[in-house]
Nanobody, 118 residues
């Protein structure tokens, strides 16, 4: 019954910014990690960023460090990805993911398209 709904995707010019959001519902556990992945045409899905539910430790793939920021709403099961200085190589479908820590369970959203083009 876990549901993840992404929003905020769209078309943006190189150097521009975009904020993605992922609203999670049906979470009956407290220990989990929320992640963003992306998949470009012809490529495998890759990890982008993550934040833990308890300590809010964050982690990023090297290609987005300094440009992307992952954060959560206070007291809400919503995670955001602030994307700045976007490049054409950032064009992909972006997916929200929730993984339980210390137990089985991995959930995915439907994805939102991000296109960076002049």
């Amino acid at each position: 019954q876990v549901q993840l709904v992404e929003s905020g995707g769209g078309l943006v010019q190189p150097g521009g910014s975009l904020r993605l959001s992922c609203a999670a519902s049906g979470l009956t556990f407290t220990r989990y990690v929320m992640r963003w992945y992306r998949q470009a045409p012809g490529k495998e899905r890759e990890f982008i960023a993550a934040i833990t539910s308890v300590s809010e430790f964050t982690n990023y793939v090297d290609s987005v460090k300094g440009r992307f920021t992952i954060f959560r709403d206070n007291g809400k099961n919503t995670v955001h990805l602030q994307m700045n200085s976007l490049k054409s190589e950032d064009t992909a479908v972006y997916y929200c993911n929730v993984g339980r820590i210390g137990a089985a369970g991995d959930y995915w959203g439907q994805g939102t398209q991000v296109t960076v083009s002049s």
